[in-house]
């Protein structure tokens, strides 16, 4: 059994990132712009975007944080977005979720221009994706393609089961596992909670990856020996041991379900920090794009 170190393939990574930064820099370049907008002071978003700033910090990034009160008006997030789009100086941004309820998620994320929508979430990105064109991938799903083709683990006419459809996680990481790629041609059942009998589907399956957000929930008795497992659950629950009160659990019951494995994530330090790299991934992609467009 291998557990997954996703924070030194990370690492790596990000020595890679930073590589290619200091390279535009010595051909006088500006470094790929990372925003980002936080609205309001929830305390997972909060820690979220802290990591994603200072991943930049040391990609050699430049990174703008921008905060809004959580009563700030639609209107207002709009117009800021607006600006953002229109802005030369930004590669890429994104607008932290969740939002407060009195904003329109689906509004936001479609106001965002799509060569600059680093998470991947707009339609055009979403749809791209689906038939296989060239664009901007949402990070959790792309950096568990990445985990998977770093660690060489064979994914053509396996059996995958995907445990959630989010729009996020679930439904692209079930369409890129299925795609025509080196690293997709996998045979996928997507389970979700309505899915009758889920432990006779994960049992048969050689790669899982859980993303339902119910803690511990894939237990030793559903994995067959030697399956892959992907823990994409981050869901914090109490915790008198740790200082903040709270500690991440994910969605496998690690202890059990690990000796089973040929290969598994941890949580923390599997998906988590592979999420990240892939945003800035996006960023230098995003960047990128739009030098080669305007030849400079
Ligand atoms: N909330 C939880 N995950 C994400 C993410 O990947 N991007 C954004 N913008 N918000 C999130």
């Not at 059994?1 to 500006?30: P, S």
């Not at 309001?40 to 809004?68: N, P, W």
């Not at 329109?104 to 994320?109: A, F, M, P, Q, T």
């Not at 009998?197 to 994995?223: K, N, S």
Request: some cysteine; hydrophobic content about 40%; aromatic content about 4%.
């Amino acid at each position: 059994m291998q557990i997954i170190d996703g924070k030194k393939i990370a690492g790596e990574i990000k020595a890679e990132l930073k590589a290619t930064t200091e390279r535009w820099l010595r051909e006088g370049k500006r470094p790929p712009h990372l925003a980002a907008v936080l609205v309001g002071s929830d305390g997972g978003s909060e820690t979220y975007v802290a990591h994603k700033m200072k991943a930049c910090e040391q990609t050699g990034f430049q990174s703008t944080l921008i905060r809004f009160d959580s009563r700030v008006s639609e209107n207002e997030l709009l117009e800021r977005i607006a600006r953002l789009n229109a802005d030369e100086d930004v590669d890429g941004f994104i607008v932290q979720l969740p939002l407060p309820p009195h904003i329109d998620e689906r509004k936001i994320i479609e106001t965002i221009d799509p060569a600059k929508d680093v998470d991947g979430f707009h339609p055009v990105n979403a749809g791209r994706m689906m038939i296989g064109l060239p664009c901007l991938l949402p990070a959790t799903p792309a950096g568990i393609m990445e985990l998977l083709r770093r660690c060489r683990i064979e994914t053509a006419g396996k059996r995958c089961a995907v445990l959630g459809r989010s729009n996020i996680v679930g439904k692209p990481i079930a369409m890129l596992m299925a795609q025509k790629t080196q690293s997709g041609n996998a045979t996928v059942t997507i389970c979700h909670s309505r899915t009758k009998d889920l432990a006779d589907v994960t049992r048969q399956a050689d790669i899982i990856i859980a993303a339902m957000g119910q803690p511990e929930m894939l237990t030793a008795d559903m994995v067959k020996d030697g399956a892959v497992v992907i823990d994409v659950g981050t869901t914090r629950t109490p915790s008198a041991d740790a200082k903040s009160g709270w500690k991440l659990k994910g969605d496998v019951k690690f202890d059990e379900v690990a000796p089973k494995c040929s290969y598994i994530t941890p949580v923390p330090g599997g998906v988590g920090p592979m999420t990240i790299v892939s945003l800035l991934n996006n960023t230098l992609q995003a960047a990128s794009l739009k030098r080669s467009s305007c030849n400079s």
